[in-house]
């Protein structure tokens, strides 16, 4: 029996995981990538235990897992040093069941595309929506190489997303967040060091190591969207964060200006009335773009990606109804995080003296009252779980718990 077509837009974590999910669901899966080769755009991800117990749907949790560089105590310090609060990498794994992962988003893209038969993710395929088709119809989209029809897209192409354009022409899309951010990898630092985020005054830092002994560091600054620096990013970076504690001058020194990526940050202030129209489902930035702050912009993409596919039966006709409950699913959740992630950076990049200081002591005083009251604001987030593993739709996968 013919396999239905499924057709992803964007080979991005989303995608990926979209495409891997499908495929493993029984459906017959194309990536389309406008870039022409797989390396991602950004330095490091983390992922959280509900991501992980999303891609273990896919089997490929442990795979994960095994990268997880975090052990012993970070925290969040001030520009000069001070510990505000300290954290231990068991208390996370032990609240949430697992531990955080960083990783470079390389090894991510490299795992899920090893999950697709060879030749189902091309390259240097701009693709266009020119029918989002219907009950009646397939979905069409057309690329400089042909058109392609299919009975499933999945809109991940990013947080300027044509396809949700073309579903959603009347919403206003992203807004500007009001500050901008940096990201860089760098080889390992010959002093030991331990993870970190520290926050100043209208700026941010975190130093993150990674398993195979590099950094990754990620800054935040209060500033008018579009800007550039008047040299390179590296040198707006020492300018901003320069005098911080070590290891920041020591990254920066060690940072080749090219490497410095430096991208506005833009949220989905306002829902989408859905996430799919007629056959196409939008997911990841795509369709809820949220600010870093809590770092789940990834993780709830590759949430997303699992549970449309649990929603998605290969032998389904017409997938309307798999598609709404996919957006009953999947728009309250991203939303509620959404807003949670602005309000945690709005408190991130206070430029008010006064107000940092209520912020550091009302810290620091929750973190002295142990680490399960700092660990709270990521309850109903990281403690997610899957509908049940993405598997094919056998009687044995798909009937009732």
Same mark, same amino acid.
């Given at each position: 029996?013919?396999?239905?077509?499924?057709?992803?837009?964007?080979?991005?974590?989303?995608? %990926?995981?979209?495409?891997?999910?499908?495929?493993?669901?029984?459906?017959?899966?194309?990536?389309?990538?406008?870039?022409?080769?797989?390396?991602?755009?950004?330095?490091?991800?983390?992922?959280?235990?509900?991501?992980?117990?999303?891609? +273990?749907?896919? +089997?490929?949790?442990?795979?994960?897992?095994?990268?997880?560089?975090?052990?012993?105590?970070?925290?969040?310090?001030?520009?000069?040093?001070?510990?505000?609060?300290?954290?231990?990498?068991?208390?996370?794994?032990?609240?949430?069941?697992?531990?955080?992962?960083?990783?470079?988003?390389?090894?991510?893209?490299?795992?899920?595309? &090893?999950?697709?038969?060879?030749?189902?993710?091309?390259?240097?395929?701009?693709?266009?929506?020119?029918?989002?088709?219907?009950?009646?119809?397939?979905?069409?989209?057309?690329? #400089?190489?042909?058109?392609?029809?299919?009975? %499933?897209?999945?809109?991940?192409?990013?947080?300027? &997303?044509?396809?949700?354009?073309?579903?959603?022409? #009347?919403?206003?899309?992203?807004?500007?967040?009001?500050?901008?951010?940096?990201?860089?990898?760098?080889?390992?630092?010959?002093?030991?060091?331990?993870?970190?985020?520290?926050?100043?005054?209208?700026?941010?830092?975190?130093?993150?190591?990674?398993? !195979?002994?590099?950094?990754?560091?990620?800054?935040?600054?209060?500033?008018?969207?579009?800007?550039?620096?008047? !040299?390179?990013?590296?040198?707006?970076?020492?300018?901003?964060?320069? +005098?911080?504690?070590?290891?920041?001058?020591?990254? %920066?020194?060690?940072?080749?200006?090219? !490497?410095?990526?430096?991208?506005?940050?833009?949220?989905?202030?306002?829902?989408?009335?859905?996430?799919?129209?007629?056959?196409?489902?939008?997911?990841?930035?795509?369709?809820?773009?949220?600010?870093?702050?809590?770092?789940?912009?990834?993780?709830?993409?590759?949430?997303?990606?699992?549970?449309?596919?649990?929603?998605?039966?290969?032998?389904?006709? /017409?997938? &309307?109804?798999?598609?709404?409950?996919?957006?009953?699913?999947?728009?309250?959740?991203?939303?509620?995080?959404?807003?949670?992630?602005?309000?945690?950076?709005?408190?991130?990049?206070?430029? &008010?003296?006064?107000?940092?200081?209520?912020?550091?002591?009302?810290?620091?005083?929750?973190?002295?009252?142990?680490?399960?009251?700092?660990?709270?604001?990521? +309850?109903?987030?990281? /403690?997610?779980?899957?509908?049940?593993?993405?598997?094919?739709?056998?009687?044995?996968?798909?009937?009732?718990?």
């Amino acid at each position: 029996m013919e396999l239905p077509r499924a057709v992803v837009i964007g080979a991005g974590i989303g995608g %990926l995981t979209a495409a891997a999910a499908l495929h493993r669901r029984g459906w017959s899966v194309t990536v389309l990538e406008r870039a022409a080769t797989l390396e991602p755009v950004g330095a490091g991800i983390s992922l959280a235990p509900n991501a992980q117990r999303a891609l +273990d749907a896919i +089997d490929l949790g442990d795979d994960v897992r095994a990268l997880a560089a975090w052990q012993g105590d970070g925290g969040l310090r001030t520009p000069g040093g001070r510990w505000l609060s300290r954290m231990d990498s068991a208390a996370a794994a032990e609240r949430f069941g697992g531990p955080l992962v960083l990783l470079h988003r390389a090894a991510v893209v490299g795992l899920l595309a &090893s999950r697709l038969p060879e030749g189902r993710v091309r390259t240097a395929a701009a693709a266009e929506l020119t029918d989002p088709g219907a009950a009646d119809r397939p979905a069409r989209v057309t690329t #400089a190489d042909g058109a392609y029809e299919a009975e %499933l897209v999945v809109g991940a192409d990013g947080i300027h &997303s044509a396809f949700r354009r073309a579903l959603f022409p #009347a919403h206003p899309g992203p807004r500007y967040a009001g500050f901008t951010t940096w990201r860089v990898v760098i080889p390992a630092l010959e002093r030991p060091f331990a993870p970190h985020e520290t926050w100043g005054k209208g700026r941010i830092w975190g130093t993150q190591p990674l398993k !195979d002994g590099r950094v990754y560091a990620y800054a935040a600054a209060v500033a008018p969207p579009g800007g550039h620096a008047p !040299d390179d990013e590296r040198a707006e970076l020492l300018r901003l964060f320069g +005098d911080w504690h070590r290891p920041v001058p020591d990254i %920066l020194a060690a940072a080749p200006p090219p !490497d410095v990526l430096r991208h506005d940050i833009r949220f989905m202030a306002e829902a989408l009335p859905a996430y799919h129209r007629g056959r196409v489902a939008l997911l990841g930035d795509a369709a809820h773009p949220m600010a870093p702050a809590m770092g789940q912009g990834g993780n709830q993409a590759i949430e997303d990606a699992v549970v449309l596919a649990h929603h998605l039966a290969p032998d389904a006709a /017409d997938p &309307s109804a798999a598609l709404a409950a996919y957006t009953r699913d999947r728009l309250p959740r991203t939303m509620d995080i959404v807003r949670r992630s602005a309000r945690t950076a709005r408190m991130t990049t206070l430029t &008010s003296t006064p107000a940092i200081a209520l912020r550091n002591t009302t810290i620091a005083a929750f973190s002295r009252l142990g680490p399960g009251l700092v660990l709270r604001g990521f +309850d109903g987030i990281a /403690d997610w779980h899957p509908p049940h593993p993405t598997g094919p739709a056998t009687a044995a996968t798909t009937r009732p718990a």
